[in-house]
């Protein structure tokens, strides 16, 4: 499984800058599989950093987009059939 460039599904959107959608979560591909980026579905550490949630592939993101979706965070419409298409190509391989 190689992917031709690391691919990110979401990226934040920017409080007080413009933006097309409001997203609480950062997805993107990794060597290790799926990370989302510094999620707060985490407590925060002592220095009010999140930790990254990695899963093994873009279907099993899924589910922990589900959690977010489920804790009322904002997450755009187009992040989980993104992962599902991604999770399609990943099994045609
Ligand atoms: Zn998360």
Do not use: K, N, Q
Not at 38 to 59: F, I, K
Request: with cysteine; net charge negative; charged share 20%.
């Amino acid at each position: 499984m190689a992917y031709a460039a690391p691919v990110s599904y979401v990226r934040w959107s920017s409080p007080g800058r413009p933006h097309e959608y409001d997203s609480a979560v950062y997805i993107y591909d990794t060597d290790d599989g799926v990370e989302c980026c510094s999620c707060l579905l985490y407590p925060a550490d002592g220095l009010g950093d999140l930790p990254s949630h990695l899963e093994a592939t873009p279907g099993r993101m899924i589910e922990h987009v589900r959690a977010h979706i489920a804790a009322g965070h904002a997450v755009p419409d187009f992040v989980i059939p993104g992962l599902a298409a991604a999770e399609g190509a990943r099994e045609a391989h």
